[in-house]
């Protein structure tokens, strides 16, 4: 299985804001028209790639719909998107007649915008029961209405460089490396410590302080926010401590001191210079991407220490779309278990809806680029185990934040840990007014 999907990273959103608006034409204003034939036109509004278009999914929606045609624009990157989806949503006007929504912006999007969409959860053939607990919640509102539909998650495991694990005396096999570091993300940095030791000349262990931030961050029901939607990320004991279990990765030299989903980080996979990276379903395709051939069969996968989530996204329906009932049709039927798994089949994007995990196209799936690792099985398992978050509107600010002001500053420049915090808490506080 081949895969291909868009990255979700996220760059400050005040900054992206400044690029976006005005700068790109507004998500679906050019599939707003109706054909000559007297089809109906259903416009999407995406950001990257979600592989609808790619896997088959709209012409076989509309060989089963004859009188339906299907008009996709996208946006490629979520910063530049969705600024100009909050400014459409608040006006009411230049909407697709279904828009995605990066998983790290559904809370802000539920909160404070669900009033101008569709309650997708009353729609026909969608059925709760058939998607994990934790993904249904994210975009479920407080009076019970669910405004978006799950379309992929991002479980995480840990990719692994087999050849440089035996160069530095680490076990190979996935099951044998999952267990080094079984259920605590501070077994992971002893055991980048066992390959500092022994560590061939020019490698470390993993790519970057603040990919591992994310990820312990990523395992935690309570991160930013608590049940009350305040602001609790510094005085969050579990924030602190995978900022302190990250931080200790850069100042015991264990990180290739790099930023992630940049030139130079993309080189390194090329190059060979690290051993581990955070591993969402999604970022497979993105490894296999830029490693290359000589990658094959030396990367693995094994289980991440604790399950977490890192991405995925939703589609919403606008109360405002022109073709509102054919775009909750669409919208229920692309995020179906059977659409869920065979986009996962064709283009890698993991299953938000639990009921396609059980279906053959997941359940058996293995990657032949990584050691024909058995994704499938592996990424189910995560997915079963990860808390129901609690999200906030500025989660994105946070988080951002904390990996681009503060612990990069730990990792690149040799700050002090505290220093790199009270940098980030500054910034952040700034751009939430506290």
């Known amino acids: 299985m081949r895969t291909h999907t868009r990255v979700p990273r ?3 959103l005040l900054l992206a804001a400044a690029v976006a608006l005005g700068a790109a034409p507004a998500a679906g204003c ?20 979600f592989g609808f278009k790619e896997a088959g999914l709209y012409d076989e929606y509309m060989r089963l719909h ?10 490629q990157r979520n910063e530049n998107y969705y600024p100009q989806l909050l400014t459409h949503l608040v006006s009411d006007s230049g909407l697709a007649d279904i828009q995605a929504v990066e ?15 569709e309650d997708l959860g009353t729609a026909p053939g969608v059925r709760k029961d058939d998607f994990l607990p934790w993904k249904w919640a994210q975009a479920t509102t407080k009076d019970g209405r669910t405004v978006g539909l799950g379309t992929d998650i991002g479980p995480q495991a840990i990719c692994y460089r087999k050849d440089l694990f035996a160069r530095a005396g680490l076990p190979t096999d996935r ?27 020019g490698t470390a262990f993993t790519d970057s302080a603040s990919g591992v931030l994310a990820a312990i961050t990523g395992s935690s029901a309570r991160r930013f926010y608590d049940e009350d939607g305040t602001v609790v990320y510094k005085r969050n004991p579990a924030v602190r401590e995978a900022w302190d279990i990250a931080a200790s990765f850069a100042t015991e030299n264990l990180t290739a001191r790099l930023q992630q989903f940049t030139p ?9 210079t690290f051993a581990t990276v955070s591993c969402p379903a999604w970022m497979l395709g993105y490894i296999e991407d830029k490693a290359g ?21 939703f589609l919403v329906v606008p109360r405002s779309a022109k073709h509102r009932a054919e775009a909750v049709r669409l919208a229920a039927w692309l995020t179906a278990p059977e659409q ?19 279906l053959p196209a997941v359940s058996g799936a293995r990657h032949p680029y990584f050691n024909d690792a058995p994704t499938g099985r592996i990424y189910t398992r995560a997915a079963q185990g990860v808390p129901v978050t609690i999200l906030g509107p500025k989660d994105l600010v946070i988080a951002q934040n904390l990996a681009d002001v503060g612990m990069l500053q730990v990792d690149q420049r040799g700050r002090s840990p505290e220093a790199g915090w009270d940098a980030a808490v500054r910034t952040i506080d700034n751009a939430l007014d506290l």
């Open 10 to 12: 996220t760059r400050a």
């Open 30 to 49: 050019a599939a707003d028209r109706d054909g000559d034939d007297g089809r109906t036109t259903i416009s999407v509004g995406l950001f990257g790639s």
């Open 66 to 75: 004859k009188d339906v045609v299907i008009e996709q624009t996208s946006i």
């Open 103 to 117: 998983a790290i912006n559904i809370a802000e999007i539920t909160a404070t915008q669900a009033h101008r969409l």
């Open 175 to 201: 099951e044998a490396v999952g267990r080094l570091w079984a259920g605590d993300w501070r077994a992971y940095l002893e055991t980048g410590k066992r390959y500092r030791a022994k560590a061939p000349a």
């Open 264 to 272: 130079a980080w993309d080189q390194a996979y090329a190059n060979a």
């Open 293 to 313: 051939a000589a990658g094959r069969d030396r990367w693995d996968v094994a289980a991440a220490p604790r399950p977490g989530n890192w991405g995925g996204s």
């Open 340 to 358: 869920q798994a065979k986009l996962f089949q064709r283009r890698g994007s993991f299953p938000s809806a639990s009921a396609a995990h059980a």
